[in-house]
T-cell receptor
Framework: DAGVTQSPTHLIKTRGQQVTLRCSPK?????VSWYQQALGQGPQFIFQ???????QRGNFPDRFSGHQFPNYSSELNVNALLLGDSALYLC????????????FGSGTRLTVV | QKEVEQDPGPLSVPEGAIVSLNCTYS??????FMWYRQYSRKGPELLMY????GNKEDGRFTAQVDKSSKYISLFIRDSQPSDSATYLC????????????FGKGTKLTVNP
């Protein structure tokens, strides 16, 4: 049974560009959350999607947006990239309202130069 | 003041040692407490979780929550080199939010 799959694994972008990261949730899960983990820090909540709607959002600017598709997969889009956006972006899937049931992917390492 | 504080270490111990990892928090609404383990270049994986105060044991791992002191701990007995990883505490108030609030993580190395 595949867990959470994220693509790509690594990405290098230039300041000002736009990036799209993708996530396929664990089979049977219907909720996807995105976290940003800067080097040496814990993950920080970006937002959560359920039933194709953004359910909750953390303290991130509007440059960060997302989408969930009918098959529960999700995309994270970041516009106008800044150097400070360099981080590991983690996708976590779960069943709705199951705070203990998060499964994390291995992440996408984004470097902005 | 950050919502969750965790000593980043690094922590280096000999094989077989007892390891104590700790977090403090400021948000009294937190009810769900979790410990995640993160190996290099991997995502976090859930080790243990507890609801409200009390202790929970699972094999070599024991999680403790003291809500009166806003303090949680993870103990690892008979530590092994394979336990070498970064350990992250995470918390949620769940009723109002499903987001997890993480500590910075403690990097643990168990030396053979």
């Amino acid at each position: 049974d595949a867990g959470v799959t994220q693509s790509p694994t690594h990405l290098i972008k230039t300041r000002g560009q736009q990036v799209t990261l993708r996530c396929s949730p664990k089979s049977g899960h219907d909720t996807v959350s995105w976290y940003q983990q800067a080097l040496g820090q814990g993950p920080q909540f970006i937002f959560q999607y359920y039933e194709e709607e953004e359910r909750q959002r953390g303290n991130f600017p509007d440059r960060f947006s997302g989408h969930q598709f009918p098959n529960y997969s999700s995309e994270l889009n970041v516009n106008a990239l800044l150097l400070g956006d360099s981080a590991l972006y983690l996708c976590a899937s779960s069943l709705v309202d199951r705070v203990y049931g998060y499964t994390f992917g291995s992440g996408t390492r984004l470097t902005v130069v | 003041q950050k919502e969750v504080e965790q000593d980043p270490g690094p922590l280096s111990v000999p094989e077989g040692a007892i390891v104590s990892l700790n977090c403090t928090y400021s948000n009294s609404a937190f009810q769900y407490f979790m410990w995640y383990r993160q190996y290099s270049r991997k995502g976090p994986e859930l080790l243990m979780y507890t609801y409200s105060s009390g202790n929970k044991e699972d094999g070599r791992f024991t999680a403790q929550v003291d809500k009166s002191s806003k303090y949680i701990s993870l103990f690892i007995r008979d530590s092994q080199p394979s336990d070498s990883a970064t350990y992250l505490c995470a918390m949620s108030d769940f009723g109002g939010s499903e987001k997890l609030v993480f500590g910075k993580g403690t990097k643990l190395t168990v030396n053979p």
